[in-house]
């Protein structure tokens, strides 16, 4: 078994080293060096026209990242007339250059541009969607995987990314729980700032740095139905709990941007909300950062119903909106609006300060060119190394959700394995959603990553077996790119027939199935998230044989996988891995990596459950187990997940022992440590997620039944015991209560830890203040 280190070691400072004079030293330096920005952008400001602040304040396409219904014309005037201020969807240095050249060579004030893209899960090298990243439960890991993307996104140009999106999502059909981290505020914190830090580096003018755009603000995770662009409503005290929490570390990791959000909230659209723009994100949180809308979201206010064009971007600009995506609603009509007394020239004023110093931060007006060198662009891309740490992240996300019998990991010598389903032999799907520089062409199919494992060791009968929906209405709304889903020439009888002639041959069968690329991501919603019938028939043919069947499933969401849990011996869930996606996969179904990944998103049984999350409110009349009536459950099926959050299994078993609490009294800001005895049972070296998670059982509102607290993440050789210890403080039963206050409040405690959400070990504690 392979074993990486991937997280550095926790170095403790002491106090004392803390507050001396380094950290005096740094805040001196932080305020000479903000002085000098100041004093710079006042110079520059006083030299601008009121058209030129204005154009500062409208970002452009290049045409290559398109995801809506607008694109912008006469861009190359544009910049020369200095109404343009950022350009996003166009990168490569030879391009960049020449559109930089005409801004800093072409227009009255020499002002850079800056060069945007969403660069969601890797640039040019994929690594797993976002939510497979998250399951790695490795912040260590997806740190360095943003940082090489910011060193590819770079070595072409590009200065900011729309990412990390952290939107919190409990409702499998929104086709962006792909983009995000799952489910849990908590967790969803941790890997927004670890993507922040690894985007922005230790300095934003640094070559490689890019700065960071957190989308998207806010509460855009909570659409309703699960319908992309839909309505959310929710109270403040769930905002507040649940959905802000990962905004707000993201921030503190010292994220440059923010972008706003398609939805309204409370009632207001998020692009025109003063609350949410300038109440809470600066006056509350201290952001000191620019804010840009979504692409045409300005725009769309008019249809949420606040007014015309002119009327939605006087508001978005005093709501503390500075930068337009696309729809150029702040070009046209703010000077107009200016002349009306709509707008003040402060308001103009203050969004141009954010945008010029979001440029001065990058470095762009010491060195507009300061990413653009040829050299790198040819030799910092899908390097071996790049491709190898996509490789080992990808590895690290799988899940395994069933392994009956042990039958994973499979010999990689003798015997024959049936490998079919339509994205076994498949190149395009292997990178997921949301790629935007990425070429397909360059990733690693499932059937070649075993043959580098197995060679001829292993005799592998390959058949399509089925096409990824057989249903060709469904086919045209994939297709919003050209070749993204096709029908094979043999028919659908023809191809399942294939795959059973497949099988029958062999020993085992190996069915690589679920969602093709288009299936999530934005615009994807889907009210069925079972794998598509074409695909279904195909495992059903199959199962009638009575060979093992192994399903490594692709996916941008949970799906409803009742069927295969009961009929598959082994289900190994491998999201989207990215570029190096057949190499991985191979590496985890031959044994050479023990997959330790666990789930950020609970998977329901049926999708009338949804939205279905642990971290749920308990009722008056709680269902317990089994047929019950008058109490809070379904008449046709369990209440429970198929698989809950935090859940994955390993080759080898892990137990959990002898949980211990440092004291059952507690009294103010003690500390509190609670150990469980973690042991490796099983015949592997493997790694475990340890979790700890803590539940408020009375308290001023209602709290969820269970909220995760911290995490560990273990690697224990074969029969190998650990203590695994978390120290838990006051800070950790924090909650805003009804007033929206922050604060714990005294009384019992039950700690657990465990495995997963479900099984866990429990004690309880007193804690009074």
Known sequence: MKKYFTQKPIVYISAAILFCFPLSKSVAQDKTETAKMNAFVNGLMKKMTVDEKIGQLNLVTGGMAITGSVTNNGIG???????????????????????QEAAVKGSRLHIPLIFGLDVIHGHRTIFPIPLGMSATWDLGIIEHAAHIAAKEATAEGLNWVFSPMVDIARDARWGRISEGSGEDPYLGGKVAAAMVRGYQGTSLKNADAVMACVKHFALYGAAEAGREYNTVDMSKVAMYNYYLPPYKAALDAGAGSFMSSFNVVDGVPATTNKWLLTDLLRKQWGFKGFVV?????????????????????????????????????????????????????????????????????????????????????????????????????????????????????????????ALVGPLADNKRDMLGTWVIGGEWEKSISVIEGIKHIVGDNVKINYAKGSNITD???????????????????????????????????????????????????????????????????????????????????????????????????????????????????????FGNYNPSGKLTTTFPRSVGQIPLYYNHLNTGRPYSSGPTKFKS??????????????????????????????????????????????????????????????GDPAASISRPVKELKDFKKVNLQIGEKMDVTFNITPKQLKFYNSQLKYDWEPGEFIIQVGTNSADTKAARVQWVK
Not at 351 to 363: D, I, S, T
């Open 77 to 99: 005037d544009g910049v020369k007339k200095g109404s343009i201020g950022g350009i996003f969807g166009l990168y490569g240095t030879e391009s960049v250059r020449k559109m």
């Open 293 to 417: 809308s979504d692409y045409t979201s300005l725009n769309e206010t008019v249809d949420h119903g606040m007014g015309n064009l002119q009327t939605v971007s006087a508001l978005a600009l005093k709501a503390g909106l500075d930068m337009d995506m696309v729809g150029e609603g702040f070009l046209k009509t703010l000077k107009t609006s200016l002349q009306q007394g709509k707008v003040t020239q402060a308001d103009i004023d203050l969004a141009c300060r954010r945008v010029l110093e979001a440029k001065y931060k990058l470095g762009l007006f010491d060195n507009p060119y300061k990413s653009l060198d040829p050299q790198r662009e040819k030799t910092e891309i899908m390097t071996d190394a790049n491709r190898k740490s996509a490789r080992v992240t990808a590895e690290h996300s799988f899940v395994l959700l069933k392994n009956a019998n042990q039958i994973l990991p499979l010999k990689k010598s003798g015997g024959s394995i």
């Open 471 to 589: 249903d060709t209405a469904f086919m045209k709304r994939l297709n919003f790119g050209p070749g993204m889903v096709s029908l094979d020439k043999q028919s659908p009888a023809d191809m399942i027939e294939d795959a059973v002639k497949a099988a029958k041959k062999s020993d085992i069968i190996v069915a690589v199935v679920g969602e093709s690329q288009s299936m999530s991501g934005e615009s994807s919603s889907r009210s069925d998230i079972s794998i598509p019938e074409s695909q279904q028939l195909m495992l059903k043919a199959l199962a009638k044989l009575g060979k093992p069947i192994v399903i490594v499933l692709f996916n941008g969401r949970p799906l409803t996988l009742t069927w295969e849990n009961e009929n598959a011996a082994a289900i190994l869930d491998v999201w989207a891995p990215g570029t190096e996606a057949g190499n991985a996969i191979a590496e985890v179904l």
């Open 633 to 694: 459950n379904y008449l046709d099926i369990s209440n429970d997940p198929l698989y809950p959050f935090g859940y994955g299994l390993s080759y080898s078993s892990f137990s959990y022992s002898n949980l211990k609490l440092s004291k059952t009294k507690l009294k103010g800001n003690e500390t509190l440590t609670a150990t469980v005895t973690v042991t490796n049972n099983g015949p592997y070296t493997g790694e475990e997620v340890v979790q700890l998670y803590i």
